[in-house]
């Protein structure tokens, strides 16, 4: 697991501080940090004239890093980390659902750090793909759009892949996000099931699904891109076919249909027994789903689906999805011949309540 916090030396800031790591002196900006020295672990940075000191070990590379260091705080945050095409920013840990499979339950506060995100995203490697998740971030939508907008101008490269659950679009906002250009924007949104009932106890939320159907017609008048999510689980296991006929009927605009493993940590953790599907033991309706869908033009990717979980036709569906920070093997992995293309697992995966039908491919 990669560790995305640096221990670092005690600053005197009132504010949070946005700092892009450097190791050389080259057209340096007000937000770069030149490293001047290491001492084992210890690595000495000037940063305007003062001394920042850090903590990595050996082989961490941190050249072009940005990292946030907030008050008061013993470690920085790795916002963006250079050599990385998995690099995401929480928005919010605020959320108006409370969705079973939740890996990052909702908190009840929220810290505004839109401007230090903006500076951090304006320092990130030419065409970096920046995540935007929460919680919620629509709940703060004048801002993230306002951050959005801004960043749009002054870094026209930037893509972003924003998770939302598609319940605070409004007609309102069709200019504002054609503005944002939908080539450069990914709404990955959840949809569970093609039940009202089903969709709606799954997130919890009394008229989730209608007002989610409101919000795909928003986005597909504005000509957004959307990545349809799907997690499964033993609640709407038996409902995927008739969900892939729904997406294929009602949402044939989607980009892809996102069909994902459940993750083992948050509610995802505290609801694995009721929840968990093992798929590798019983992919009949999810195979019956993906056949729909790409028989309606749906294109389907599976996340999170260890590639031996997955029956052999398909298997290219399985992408690498498991973000570099937070993906592992197992040991039975070692020998197996399709390790290099495979996604693995999550770092909290626990093989003892996990899959029952894996083994190297």
């Given amino acids: 697991m990669i560790d995305l916090r640096i221990k670092v030396e005690p600053l005197p800031i009132v504010d949070p501080l946005i700092v892009r790591l450097r190791n050389e002196a080259d057209d340096l900006g007000p937000n770069d940090a030149v490293l001047i020295g290491t001492d084992g672990a210890r690595r000495e940075y000037d940063f305007q004239g ?92 004048g801002k993230l759009f306002g951050m959005l907008l801004s960043l749009a101008k002054t870094r026209p490269d930037l893509k972003f892949h924003i998770l939302s659950n598609g319940q605070h679009f409004d007609e309102v906002d069709i200019a504002t996000l054609q503005e944002l250009g939908p080539g450069r924007i990914l709404w990955g949104i959840p949809l569970y099931a093609a039940e009202e009932e089903l969709h709606d106890a799954i997130v919890k939320k009394q008229g989730a699904f209608d007002r989610l159907i409101q919000s795909f017609a928003i986005l597909f008048e504005a000509g957004a891109a959307i990545e349809l999510r799907t997690v499964v689980m033993r609640q709407n296991d038996v409902n995927l076919p008739a969900l892939a006929a729904f997406v294929g009927t009602a949402l044939p605009f989607v980009e892809r249909w996102a069909i994902m493993q459940l993750e083992n940590i948050g509610f995802g953790r505290m609801n694995w027994d009721l929840s968990f599907k093992d798929t590798s033991t019983d992919f009949d309706n999810l195979a019956r789903a993906i056949n729909i869908a790409t028989a309606r033009d749906v294109p389907v990717q599976l996340y999170n689906f260890p590639l031996c979980s997955v029956p052999e036709r398909y298997r290219h569906l399985a992408a690498a999805s498991i973000s570099d920070w937070k993906n592992k093997q ?31 491919i």
């Fill in 50 to 141: 003062f001394s920042l000191t850090l903590h990595a070990s050996d082989g961490v590379a941190l050249d072009n890093d940005v990292i946030m260091i907030l008050p008061g705080q013993a470690s920085a945050r790795r916002l963006i980390r250079a050599d990385s095409q998995h690099n995401t920013f929480l928005i919010t840990e605020q959320c108006d659902q409370l969705c079973l499979m939740c890996s990052q339950p909702p908190k009840k506060n929220h810290v505004d750090l839109f401007a230090e995100l903006e500076t951090a995203a304006s320092l990130a490697p030419t065409n970096a793909y920046i995540g935007l998740s929460g919680g919620e971030p629509l709940l703060y939508k």
């Fill in 330 to 360: 197992e040991p039975f992995c070692t020998n197996c011949s399709a390790r290099q293309r495979c996604g693995g697992f999550f770092e909290w995966y626990d093989h003892r309540k996990g899959f029952r039908g894996l083994g190297p």
